[in-house]
């Protein structure tokens, strides 16, 4: 299948163009490189020896997007572009809802003038709220704490409401846990600008001298250690979970969590880290972060039942490989 990637020179987009190639797919990718850069996909070229389509574009502007549906025989879009700072949602909010909201509608428009029946769509474990772990497919979403996690939740309504509007357009909503690590060639990774926000990059910069510690964010949530437990999955992982998608994508509305089922607290993300890769991380524990859970983890079985897919990387793999991207940053 041609499958146009929005956000594809992103960290997950990479990976996922990788994969896609790899199972034979055609791919076209359009990014305004708002938080990436062009090289990112020369490295993936690098790593498939296939090339990519790029289109220098910013996915709200609808005149450029329908020159690309114009131009190209589309099968499906992935549409993973899109703005992921929780903290600059709060302080940027029109700027999070006009680029997030926009670009689902303007290219579900065009899937569905241009009759593309398939469009999967980058969610996030964050529309659940704080419901009772594990988190499944079928639960009430509620409230999120940031215009960030509205737009995911905002979004997912649109697109089901135009999937149930239009017949032959397919819509499936991959709601991700906490990606991690990197490509095994240690070419493609996160390289977040500035402080970063995540666990896993602060971690790979404190191991690496580039900052003095790491804050834990509290120590007394009712978790195994107190620490906040998540689902930290491997990009890899994640990305063979939109290959599914994408090839097993059926009308109407579709969901799937994609994570692995498994919890880890900060304090053993941390151990995992420092057991993995032979290095200490120093740490001090400070107060909670405003908005955080205590646990989110993934019932993660409807996925296997119906796409055939699951999340074959550890934690081990996880911290080596972010670890080995880390090393591999030049700046
Ligand atoms: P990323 O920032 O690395 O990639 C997003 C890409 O989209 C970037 O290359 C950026 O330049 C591009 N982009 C943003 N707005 C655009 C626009 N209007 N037009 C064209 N390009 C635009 O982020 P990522 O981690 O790869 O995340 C991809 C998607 O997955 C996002 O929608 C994000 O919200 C979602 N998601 C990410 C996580 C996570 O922890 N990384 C978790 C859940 C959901
Ligand atoms: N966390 C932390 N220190 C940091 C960044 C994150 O202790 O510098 C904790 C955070 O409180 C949460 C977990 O690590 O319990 C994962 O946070 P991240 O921001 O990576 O993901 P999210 O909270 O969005 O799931």
């Known amino acids: 299948m041609k499958i146009f990637v929005t956000g594809g020179a992103g960290y997950i987009g990479t990976h996922t163009c990788v994969e896609l190639i790899q199972a034979g797919h055609e791919v076209i990718v359009a990014d305004n490189l708002c938080n990436s850069k062009k090289e990112a996909l020369d490295k993936v070229t690098e790593i498939t020896g296939k090339g990519i389509g790029f289109y220098e574009i910013d996915v709200t502007d609808e005149k450029e997007v329908e020159k690309i549906f114009k131009e190209n025989q589309i099968d499906g879009v992935i549409h993973f572009a899109g703005l992921k700072a929780v903290g600059e949602s709060v302080a940027k909010p029109l700027m999070y809802y006009y680029n997030n909201l926009v670009s689902t509608m303007v290219l579900a428009e065009a899937c569905i003038r241009h009759k ?171 107060p909670r972060r405003p908005g955080d859970i205590a646990s989110c983890y993934a019932d993660a079985s409807k996925a296997l039942d119906e796409l055939g897919w699951t999340a074959e990387k550890d934690i081990m793999d996880m911290v080596k490989d972010s670890w080995k991207f880390e090393n591999g940053l030049t700046e």
């Open 116 to 286: 593309v029946g398939r469009f999967v769509f980058s969610s996030s474990a964050t529309v659940y709220g704080d419901n009772t772990v594990p988190f499944r497919e079928d639960m009430n979403l509620l409230p999120t704490t940031n215009p960030y996690g509205e737009t995911k939740a905002m979004s997912e309504r649109i697109l089901t409401d135009a999937a149930s509007a239009n017949e032959g357009f397919g819509v499936t909503l991959l709601r991700y846990f906490n990606p991690v690590g990197a490509h095994e060639s240690g070419l493609i990774g996160e390289n977040p600008n500035g402080i970063p926000n995540n666990l896993m990059p602060f971690v790979t910069q404190v191991a690496k001298g580039k900052r003095e510690y790491l804050s834990v964010f509290g120590n007394d949530y009712d978790t195994v250690d107190g620490t906040g437990v998540r689902d930290y999955i491997h990009v890899v992982d994640l990305a063979k979970g939109h290959v599914k998608a994408i090839e097993k994508l059926k009308e109407g509305v579709n969901v799937y969590n994609l994570g692995t089922g498994k919890g880890t607290s900060v304090l053993e993300l941390v151990q995992a880290f420092e057991e993995g890769n032979g290095i200490k991380v120093p740490y001090e524990i400070c």
